[in-house]
């Protein structure tokens, strides 16, 4: 199987960066990707949909070091879903990237990218599967 998440969108927030226990860098930042349009009364709608985004290794260094809030980014990656039960009582939801590739982009057209590079480590919670069929 193969899954691939391309999502535009703003930082909410400035990047945060930890290391992992082996030191791996790993930085974590939310995007909010906005949906807009017109409903069929010709009423103007808009509906804002949170992604927690995590980047490792030099990835990660990257974007700690560029990355603000308000940022514009484009972020390619593969995504996951999880809830829990929070501590009212609410059933709650978040939805996480592992980011591929992180491509900021500017006013003035201007992108930086900054990609994987196949030496990196990839922590094993992370790994891709094996058994892909080419």
Known sequence: MY????????????????YTPSGTPVTSFSVAVNRR?????GNPQER?????VNAWARMAEVCNQYLAKGRLVMVEGD???????????EARATLEVRARTVKFLGRNG??????????APIPVEASVEADIPF
């Open 3 to 18: 899954q691939k998440t391309i999502l535009i969108g703003n930082l909410g927030d400035d990047p945060q960066m930890r």
């Open 37 to 41: 349009w017109t409903d069929a009364d």
């Open 48 to 52: 804002t949909t949170w992604f927690r």
């Open 79 to 89: 995504v996951s879903a999880s809830s829990w039960v929070s501590q009212d009582g």
């Open 110 to 119: 201007q992108s930086d990218e900054a990609e994987e590079s196949e030496s």
